[in-house]
């Protein structure tokens, strides 16, 4: 005989309304994605954090952990925060944003830590809706479609890829890129139904190559070989087919059939005959004379930009790791970097390396809150539960 005293979860159970299952499901990760699509502000987190505190969640959070990890963000923030009203004070920090970096660290904790599994999906879907976007944009040769876009252009020339790349529904092509970086290793380790991760993948891979982001193809090639040869089940089996692929191209490269190499060459460097890193070497060079001149303080917490008289336009660092030692100093990025470390694991390695590859040729991670901070924070801390989760 069933007993007819319920239980905590089948009152749980009992509890949840279809508009419950429709926020926790829907509205957070819709709401999220929403703030990468161009012509939305800043302070529309703000619309998202409401939404999350009105998110239920499955996953047990313990009260002792929350604590240490809010206490880890608090101490950063007030660092952050005190570096900034130095530089008030007594320096001159070299820098357009005037308030304090890392300000909204603790939104961005809170935002990740309702996230689940099924809704990380959730955002690799709307990205892949996104992708349909581009290919639309790509065949009717302009790079937006939102004509009143400053760089909207229309009728674009393919013969340089670089010059036109799509952007989807993002206010650019990086912005897009990264969301694909993320997506695509999303769907690799937590998608369980495999004709939709193939799909998934298919459309997402055929995105990347439109958008045609070179950090990105690096993330991705580093992402592959660490999936193959490290996580996947049949290690020796991959390995085996991974070297067989690396033969292949090697070999189409060396023998150079149909000038393969010089186009791939071509367009990889942006129409030109050499090596072009898009200002890099210049931008990094000024981060690590500027880092050599204010170690300690860096530019106190305020975003380290450098003026590109050749574009008229302020320049971040393009890598975000240089921009955190750059904005902040050694003793604050020491600080963030423990706190960072203390968290990797085998377990959440093979999600985080896409994102740390891609951020190492771009701006990726540490916005202070941004939808890539969102995602980083809650695959560093809270990818240990998604084992068990369905």
Not at 213 to 233: E, G, M, Q, T
Request: hydrophobic residues 45%; aromatic residues 16%.
């Amino acid at each position: 005989m069933k007993s007819l005293i319920s239980t905590p979860k089948m009152i749980g159970n009992m509890q949840k309304s279809p508009q419950e299952n429709l926020i926790k499901y829907y509205g957070l990760p819709f709401s999220l994605w929403l703030t990468t699509v161009y012509g939305c502000p800043q302070w529309g987190f703000i619309f998202v954090a409401i939404i999350s505190l009105l998110s239920p969640t499955s996953t047990p959070k313990e009260s002792n952990f929350y604590r240490k990890e809010l206490f880890w963000l608090a101490a950063i923030t007030v660092a952050c925060s005190l570096n900034f009203t130095i530089g008030l004070y007594f320096g001159s920090p070299q820098s357009i944003n005037r308030s304090p970096y890392f300000i909204g660290l603790i939104v961005t904790f809170l935002i990740a830590s309702k996230l689940e599994k099924k809704q990380l999906i959730a955002i690799s879907w709307l990205t892949a809706i996104e992708c349909l976007i581009l290919f639309i944009e790509f065949i009717l040769k302009i790079n937006t479609v939102f004509t009143y876009h400053p760089e909207y252009k229309s009728g674009i020339d393919y013969s340089y890829i670089y010059w036109g790349r799509p952007f989807g529904l993002s206010d650019g092509s990086n912005s897009f890129a990264i969301k694909l970086v993320i997506a695509l290793g999303i769907v690799n380790y937590l998608m369980e139904t495999q004709w939709k991760k193939h799909l998934l993948q298919g459309i997402i891979i055929s995105a990347l190559i439109i958008n045609f982001s070179r950090s990105a193809f690096i993330a991705i090639i580093f992402h592959y070989i660490f999936l193959y040869n490290f996580h996947h089940n049949n290690k020796n089996l991959y390995r085996k087919l991974s070297a067989a692929i690396i033969a292949i191209i090697s070999t189409i490269i060396i023998t150079n059939p149909f000038n393969i190499a010089s186009k791939i060459a071509f367009h990889l460097n942006h129409g030109k005959k050499t090596i072009d890193y898009s200002y890099r070497d210049e931008i990094w060079k000024s981060c690590i004379n500027f880092i050599t001149n204010n170690p300690i303080l860096g530019n106190n917490s305020s975003r380290f930009y450098i003026w590109n008289a050749d574009y008229k336009q302020w320049e971040h660092a393009h890598n975000s790791f240089l921009h955190l030692i750059t904005s902040n100093g050694i003793l604050i990025t020491g600080l963030i970097s423990f706190w960072i470390l203390k968290h990797v694991s085998k377990h959440n390695f093979g999600l985080l390396l896409p994102l740390i590859i891609f951020s190492m040729g771009q701006y990726g991670i540490f916005w202070s809150i941004s939808i890539q901070d969102v995602l980083f924070i809650n695959l560093l801390i809270f990818s240990k539960n998604y084992r068990t989760q369905k």
